[in-house]
T-cell receptor
């Protein structure tokens, strides 16, 4: 079945460090891919998305590129801030009769000043 | 614009008790869903609805019941609470199942003793 695998955390970085959170997927059909972020005590918010191969989603300095050949959607940011501390979820949805979101297990990021 | 509103935010139940988690959205979204979030498990889909009067099971539906009598409301019922249902519950909505992203509520933290 469809699934998402993301790197386990927690990930601890110093402010201004480079961030990569790996995400790979298995899907039948052609999925849309998402990164959601959950700040402490809150619900999930969409961070970015990509709907077809080679698309790059970007928001708030974060980027991820839909790589069909490697079935990956890695999240990157060039310079993290303390305010980026949160749990990040990679997710996919396959359209048509499916379409429900399938989430990875989440990666907790802590950024130290 | 309230978005997705969940009540209560916290609840403690005894084993065998029943209760209803409320979810309401004011965005005229057709698609609504319930997830549970457990440590190391990500978010797992419990039930979803593609419109008023239509509901279906997700990945982990056992022990939960839903109904969708209006577009705005999608309550989740625990029929006989069990300790295994201790979790954080999130309600989400979107215009349609295939039209993401989903908008999430702030969650209900439920403890079953």
């Amino acid at each position: 079945g469809d699934s998402v695998t993301q790197m386990e955390g927690p990930v601890t970085l110093s402010e201004e460090a480079f961030l990569t959170i790996n995400c790979t997927y298995t899907a039948t059909g052609y999925p849309s891919l998402f990164w959601y972020v959950q700040y402490p005590g809150e619900g999930l918010q969409l961070l970015l998305k990509a709907t077809k191969a080679d698309d790059k989603g970007s928001n708030k300095g974060f980027e991820a590129t839909y790589r069909k050949e490697t079935t990956s959607f890695h999240l990157e940011k060039g310079s993290v801030q303390v305010s980026d501390s949160a749990v990040y979820f990679c997710a996919l949805t396959v359209g048509g009769s499916q379409g429900n979101l399938i989430f990875g297990k989440g990666t907790k990021l802590s950024v130290k000043p | 614009n309230a978005g997705v509103t969940q009540t209560p935010k916290f609840q403690v139940l005894k084993t065998g008790q029943s209760m209803t988690l409320q979810c309401a959205q004011d965005m005229n979204h057709e698609y609504m869903s319930w997830y549970r979030q457990d440590p190391g498990m990500g978010l797992r889909l419990i039930h979803y609805s593609v419109g008023a009067g239509i509901t279906d099971q997700g990945e982990v539906p056992n022990g939960y019941n839903v109904s969708r009598s209006t577009t705005e409301d999608f309550p989740l019922r625990l029929l006989s609470a069990a300790p295994s249902q201790t979790s954080v519950y999130f309600c989400a909505s979107s215009y349609s199942r295939s039209n993401q992203p989903q908008h999430f509520g702030d969650g209900t933290r439920l403890s079953i003793l």
